[in-house]
């Protein structure tokens, strides 16, 4: 019984790490699939979101400002460097072919990365957090960081307010429509800019709270630091399904779970190996779901 115990034990502790692990995820996911649903774009610069918006977090402590202010800044950092990309970049490039879109967000993933070697520098940087991102809440046999709790119910006080935002505004549903059809959207009077821009805008302003969280995680900031969750975030988008806001969601904390999974199961001598057996697990789902977990029935069709 106490076998079955300590398991059961191990087992929601385990949970608890994956649900704050999948919210980072699905605040990233649900940026990109928001600009893939209504325009098409696998953006991979998305992950330069991410790195700006720690940066300015970095500055912001630098510079001797509290933390309640580079929280804020992160987060609106995020949003106006993804405007900023929307209208120099992808917005001269509109109607162009998927290749040449994918094509240009890699070579802004390059530009930026390189910028930010250029003009602060190429390593890493401390950003040091308050001390309580380092404490834990004991309930129980359970330990709960702070850290985990602060991240989940970000994450999901920042859905509630997209759902309320895409659902009760007059621009949310205007977004909606142009993930359905862009098209018909447009013919409807709707502005294709300014439905874009918004969406832009709001997949900064997640990536710019999940720099928050992942800066938190790491407490340095450099180039390349958002390569990784931005892989991570794609493949919880192609779980979810491609266009997918919820799907996005959902495949942010499937990742998770699958991640935390096998870090707690796998014996040590192949831990190295973790991301592959990731990734074979979802090969697997996609090859029994290849349109993904939540994808639309008129997708599906």
């Not at 950003?127 to 991102?133: A, E, N, R, T, Y």
């Not at 997949?203 to 995680?217: E, K, N, P």
Request: include cysteine.
């Amino acid at each position: 019984m106490m076998v079955f115990a300590a398991a059961g034990q191990e087992a929601v502790q385990q949970a608890i790490n994956a649900l704050a692990l999948g919210s980072t995820y699905a605040l990233l996911a649900l940026g990109l699939a928001m600009v893939f649903s209504v325009l098409g774009l696998v953006n991979f610069a998305h992950g330069e979101l991410v790195a700006v918006s720690g940066y300015a977090m970095y500055l912001l402590h630098d510079a001797g400002l509290p933390f309640a202010v580079q929280v804020p800044a992160a987060i609106a950092t995020g949003a106006i460097a993804a405007l900023v990309m929307q209208r120099v970049v992808f917005r001269p490039l509109r109607g162009a072919s998927f290749i040449t879109l994918l094509i240009s967000s890699f070579a802004l993933s390059v530009l930026v990365q390189n910028g930010l070697r250029a003009i602060i520098s190429p390593r890493q940087q401390g950003v040091p957090l308050p001390d309580f991102f380092n404490e834990s809440v004991h309930l129980g046999p359970y330990v709960i960081g702070w850290l985990e709790i602060v991240t989940l119910a970000s994450c999901v006080i920042a859905l509630i307010v997209l759902t309320l935002f895409l659902r009760r505004s007059t621009q949310g549903l205007g977004m909606l429509a142009a993930a359905e059809d862009f098209q018909a959207t447009r013919l409807m009077g709707i502005s294709p800019n300014r439905v874009i821009a918004a969406a832009f805008a709001i997949s900064g302003a997640l990536a710019g709270l999940a720099a928050i969280f992942l800066v938190a995680r790491r407490g340095t900031v450099d180039p390349g630091m958002g390569f990784m969750p931005l892989l991570s975030a794609f493949i919880a988008v192609v779980i979810g399904g491609l266009g997918s806001l919820s799907g996005a969601v959902v495949g942010g904390f499937v990742l998770a779970a699958i991640e935390v999974t096998l870090d707690a199961t796998l014996p040590g001598s192949v831990q190295p190996f973790r991301e592959a057996f990731a990734l074979g697990i979802v090969v697997v789902i996609l090859y029994f779901r290849p349109e993904g977990l939540l994808t639309r029935v008129s997708e599906a069709k």
